[in-house]
């Protein structure tokens, strides 16, 4: 069971902190709008700005650790591979607070008129992707994260394979982001930030069928 203390629970709970502390300041009237019987139109976009991803974050968290390794099997058959799944659970609750954080910046006025604002988002996602792409060699199959094919689950030496080809890809990917956000200005750079995304999926089906390949020889 995880502990109160452990880094994914004060990160999610920092990031409903912040929420309740800029609760207040938030504009009252965000959409979307919608009538209740008994209480009259009634305004959400106000808590789902405040609370929606502090709440998304904490069901990424629950639903990955329940599908995670099992505890009752050995750490030691795959060495580091239980502390690089939480670590790619961290990487992925932290840049869902960072998203938010972003919104909730917004919805403030802090960032009007800043024009590094649009670059933030696919910073964030760069550097989420390098650190998991580090991350995916040590990985070992599981039911939630990873290249998960009945051809990878069945064959450990086949999964490591691939994904460590896939750790280069993402890394890769990655780099291309940040080098996106940074050196193109905006909305250019959004959206070469999601062009890269089937880019990444072709590279992720070329990886796999290399990756068998070479195992079959």
């Not at 209740?36 to 929606?52: E, K, N, T």
């Not at 051809?151 to 291309?176: C, E, F």
């Not at 909305?187 to 089937?198: F, R």
Request: with cysteine; net charge positive; charged share 10%.
């Amino acid at each position: 069971m995880p502990s109160r203390r452990s880094p994914h629970v004060v990160v999610i709970a920092a990031g409903y902190l912040l929420g309740a502390i800029l609760y207040g300041r938030l504009p009252a009237h965000i959409p979307p709008l919608m009538a209740f019987s008994g209480f009259g139109p009634v305004w959400l976009g106000r808590p789902m700005c405040a609370f929606l991803l502090p709440t998304a974050s904490a069901a990424t968290y629950v639903l990955l650790r329940s599908l995670g390794p099992a505890a009752s099997e050995p750490r030691a058959s795959w060495p580091g591979a239980a502390a690089a799944y939480d670590a790619v659970m961290l990487r992925i609750i932290v840049f869902l607070l960072g998203i938010h954080a972003m919104v909730l910046a917004g919805l403030l006025g802090m960032l009007r008129g800043s024009h590094w604002a649009a670059q933030i988002v696919p910073l964030l996602l760069g550097a989420t992707m390098i650190t998991i792409g580090n991350l995916l060699p040590q990985m070992k199959p599981n039911a939630a994260i990873g290249i998960r094919t009945s051809a990878t689950l069945s064959n450990r030496t086949l999964w490591a394979r691939t994904h460590r080809t896939a750790g280069y890809v993402v890394v890769v990917l990655g780099a291309l982001t940040v080098v996106a956000g940074l050196a193109i200005p905006p909305p250019i750079g959004s959206e070469m930030t999601i062009a890269i995304a089937p880019a990444a999926v072709l590279g992720a089906a070329a990886l796999l069928f290399f990756s068998k390949k070479r195992i079959s020889i």
